[in-house]
């Protein structure tokens, strides 16, 4: 069964670093997510992506973060100068038509920022 | 925006009864109630979901029941056994956004 794939698994970074995460959805798949997961908290949506351009963000989606899908295959994370509070675990998810469907999620990246 | 509050945050259960697990929704145009179990260090992974046309839909030992007026769905595993213990999350999506919003979690623990 096609699952998503995301690397790296796990991520240490400085702060100030950039970091950029990486994920394949399923290959079909037209809408991509991501969303995040505080250590001992609820799972968080941060943006959406359809058609080559970002559908959805969220309040935490701020101008630190972008999104990007270079190839017909990756879909990307990106975080320009990483802050304590970004340590978190980060989810690639994405489904098959809309926005409206089942959301299969990657196995996640863990930053941790120091 | 949505919110959704789930209880209990922990729930210990003997191996072979059931487990009740309950959320609740602030957004009455949300229309779609997936539940994901995530097990110790892996992906969150869909078990069951309901849309808001249908009150209750069952799958072997799993059923999610949803009461749009009262804005609160539960999910039900009946005859539980070792392998359903997880942390289990509802989520909600509104009837115009693409996230999901999900609930704290409930790490469900099978006592043999």
């Known amino acids: 069964e096609p699952e998503v794939t995301q690397t790296p698994s796990h991520q240490v970074t400085q702060m ?7 994920c394949v959805p399923i290959s079909n798949h ?11 908290q609820k ?12 559908s959805e ?19 990307t994370l990106k975080i320009r100068s990483t802050k304590l509070e970004d340590s978190a675990m980060y989810f690639c998810a994405s489904t098959l038509r809309t926005g409206k469907e089942t959301q299969y999620f990657g196995p996640g990246t863990r930053l941790l920022v120091l | 925006g949505e919110n959704v509050e789930q209880h209990p945050s922990t729930l210990s259960v003997q191996e072979g009864d059931s487990a009740v697990i309950k959320c609740t929704y602030s957004d009455s145009a949300s229309n779609y109630f997936p539940w994901y179990k995530q097990e110790l260090g892996k992906r969150p992974q869909l078990i069951i979901d309901i849309r808001s046309n249908v009150g209750e839909k069952k799958d072997q030992r799993i059923a999610v029941t949803l009461n749009k007026t009262a804005k609160h769905f539960s999910l039900h595993i ?13 989520a909600a999506q509104g009837g115009g956004a ?9 790490h469900l623990i099978i006592q043999p």
């Open chain 1, 57 to 75: 963000k969220s309040e935490i989606f701020d101008d630190q973060f972008s999104v990007e899908r270079p190839d017909g295959s990756n879909f």
């Open chain 1, 16 to 22: 100030g670093q950039e970091v950029i995460l990486r």
């Open chain 1, 30 to 40: 037209l809408y991509f997510y991501w969303y995040r997961q505080i250590l001992g």
């Open chain 2, 98 to 106: 693409d996230g999901l919003t999900f609930g704290k979690g409930t």
């Open chain 1, 43 to 54: 799972v968080e949506f941060l943006v959406s992506f359809y058609n080559n351009e970002i």
């Open chain 2, 78 to 90: 009946t005859e539980t056994q070792p392998e359903d213990s997880a942390v289990y999350f509802c």
